[in-house]
């Protein structure tokens, strides 16, 4: 079948393994949808009553329904969990968030799995654009990510897809956040964003080498792990500017984390930071 991007609206008696186990869906090599599924019916006779449905809708979408076979259909999917195995960094894009989407809730659908960097692609409102990237901690995460597949959140279908660092710098321009001057700070801070849970205040000092930072504050989970967030104080404006020119450097040399985004820290949120 293809065109299909939903449950198909059958019986689960007409369908070997039922809805749940009985449909296949087809990804592309990226893990998006390709609007192709395999199934597979008990009779012959449930065939003859799928083909039926040839060029009917689905929803608001027109599905064509064709005759296939277990060879097909085996075929399409080695080819998929071959593709989707290919992965070479760690980095995956959700498609289809709604405007609401927050990063906490969308952590929560990846409980087991360590990510280590998050970002969304918001629009000139400041609300999530429908995108958004997740550095996983290792490539079996990753992996184990594109198992989802799609994400029920809110009300959307959320695609979990494979990506790249290169595409998140592209989607998600570094350049525009570092175009600051003292006239558009107010107070001499800024927040990190991208870092590894066991960062340590010395290899923060040390990223900013040649700076004077007067105070690094950590954010941490309740198990003590850094969140990815960091808020640092120096010493003046002037130093503030050229920390920001840091923006999206690694963290260390060698190092594949990077420091994703560097942003003024809203005087309007008054934290208060300590040593």
């Not at 186990?21 to 893990?31: A, E, K, L």
């Not at 960094?89 to 799995?113: H, N, Q, T, W």
């Not at 989802?148 to 959140?153: G, N, S």
């Not at 321009?173 to 927040?191: L, Y």
Request: hydrophobic fraction near 35%; proline fraction near 4%.
């Amino acid at each position: 079948s293809s065109g299909i991007n939903a449950e198909l609206p059958l019986r689960p008696g007409d369908i070997k393994g039922g809805k749940k186990n009985g449909v296949d869906f087809i990804r592309n090599d990226d893990g998006s949808p390709s609007g192709i599924c395999f199934v597979e019916f008990l009779t012959s006779e449930d065939v003859q009553l799928a083909l039926a449905k040839d060029k009917k809708y689905l929803g608001n979408r027109f599905c064509h329904v064709l005759k296939s076979s277990v060879t097909e259909r085996d075929a399409a999917l080695e080819k998929q969990k071959e593709a989707l195995s290919n992965i070479t960094e760690p980095i995956v894009k959700l498609r289809g968030l709604p405007y609401k989407a927050m990063e906490s809730e969308i952590r929560e659908f990846f409980p087991d799995l360590e990510i280590i960097s998050f970002e969304m692609v918001l629009n000139d409102l400041g609300n999530c654009a429908g995108e958004a990237f997740l550095e996983f901690a290792s490539i079996h995460d990753a992996k184990e990510a594109l198992k989802y597949f799609k994400i029920k959140y809110l009300h959307r279908c959320v695609d979990v897809m494979k990506s790249s660092k290169a595409e998140w710098l592209s989607e998600i321009p570094q350049s525009s956040k570092v175009t600051k001057t003292v006239d558009d700070i107010d107070e001499p801070i800024v927040k990190l964003d991208g870092l590894p849970a066991n960062v340590s205040k010395n290899q923060i000092v040390d990223f900013f080498f040649g700076l004077d930072c007067k105070t690094v504050q950590i954010v941490r989970k309740p198990k003590g792990d850094c969140n990815g967030e960091a808020f640092i104080q120096f010493g003046d404006l002037e130093t503030t500017v050229r920390a920001l020119e840091k923006n999206g450097e690694p963290l260390e040399a060698g190092s594949r984390y990077y420091v994703f985004r560097i942003v003024l820290f809203p005087v309007k949120c008054q934290i208060t930071l300590s040593c």
